[in-house]
């Protein structure tokens, strides 16, 4: 009605039924969706690369974070985010860490070996 994107959860639905109406919008890049979502906060661009086996861990949890895409590569997965939080997305990746490596951004490492140090010095 509005004539604007919506986010559902589709955990949540009670109901859904074919109308017949076609919805044509042509969709802008997932990138400019963000932006428009996160208007007040630029997006960093996450690019992390995790051994194939670890990624299905990810599962949901990424979508929080603002996955994009993801590459297979042999035996690795690269997946891309988008997000305005390089503090929360760090705090989740330190969880996957000793499978992952990141591609970019350098911001990221410097967060992560930061983080690293102080839980050795809690230890």
Known sequence: MRNDYRDFRFDRLDHISVTGESFVKVHPPLKE?????????????????IKKDMAPYMSEQRYYHGYVSETID????????????????????????????????????????AMVENISNNL
């Open 33 to 49: 969706h963000l932006n428009s979502l996160y208007k007040a906060n630029d997006l960093i661009t996450i690019v992390i690369r």
């Open 74 to 113: 042999g035996d690795m997965v690269e997946m891309q985010f988008l997000t305005p939080y390089l503090e929360g997305f760090s705090r989740w990746y330190i969880a996957f860490a000793d499978q992952c490596t990141i591609v970019e951004p350098p911001a990221l490492k410097q967060r992560i070996k």
